[in-house]
């Protein structure tokens, strides 16, 4: 489903769509949370409400894979729960679910000719109940409420992208980035402290990913593309 090829290649094979299939399977269910999902008719979308399928949208990589644009709106319209997410660094590179928040509600208004396609609090939602009901979670994570998990991003809105702080659902999603995350608690821990993470030792990570990469580069063999050198 998430490109016109796979499509094709289903219908070749199945002599149905790749939704109808995994219901002949009876694979379709709430336990299914189905990538991508941009070639898809109607009654394949109601297909998926009715069983409680959950799309998890992948706005970043169908844009730089040139995929296509997920109908979101038919999806939401159909009661279709929709969560987000960044796909591979090969397809996404910054993995940032700021960014899939942003980008899941400019490529839905871009897409269906409508500025009000996926407002700020609707790709909100996708980023937090939303990828909880795609993991089965929903009980105990994506929303803050008594009972749950104590899961909690606090900003720094002493910040350009946060000023002046006026409207602050459509500044966290369509405005502020990870740069401006001061603590995150997990659970009740504290992971993150005035922008540092507290459960890793940042520059030897950055080492290591640095090492590790130019190791992977020299094996592939592949020649090195940079336009630039690194200093």
């Not at 910054?94 to 839905?108: V, Y």
């Not at 407002?119 to 939303?130: K, S, V």
């Not at 350009?160 to 995350?181: C, F, K, T, Y």
Request: overall charge neutral.
């Amino acid at each position: 489903l998430e490109s016109k090829v796979q499509t094709t290649i289903a219908q070749k094979r199945y002599g149905c769509t790749m939704v109808q299939q995994l219901e002949r399977l009876g694979l379709l269910s709430p336990r299914l949370s189905c990538a991508h999902t941009i070639w898809i008719d109607g009654e394949d979308i109601e297909r998926l409400a009715k069983h409680g399928v959950v799309v998890v949208h992948n706005p970043e990589s169908n844009m730089k894979l040139a995929s296509g644009a997920a109908p979101i709106m038919k999806y939401l319209g159909a009661g279709v729960t929709v969560s987000l997410g960044t796909d591979g660094a090969a397809s996404n590179n910054d993995l940032d679910m700021f960014e899939a928040m942003r980008q899941a509600s400019f490529l839905a208004k871009l897409s269906t000719g409508s500025p009000t396609a996926v407002p700020a609090q609707t790709a909100l939602d996708m980023a937090t109940i939303g990828g909880a009901k795609a993991l089965g979670l929903d009980t105990l994570i994506g929303s803050l409420e008594p009972g749950k998990r104590a899961d909690v991003v606090m900003h720094d809105t002493d910040r350009p992208e946060w000023r002046p702080l006026l409207n602050v659902m459509n500044q966290l999603v369509w405005s502020a980035d990870g740069r401006g995350v001061h603590t995150v608690f997990v659970d009740g821990r504290k992971v993150v402290e005035a922008g540092r993470m507290t459960t890793v030792d940042e520059e030897r990570l950055y080492a290591l990913a640095q090492s590790a990469g130019e190791s992977i580069t020299a094996r592939s063999g592949l020649p090195d593309k940079a336009k630039f050198p690194t200093l």
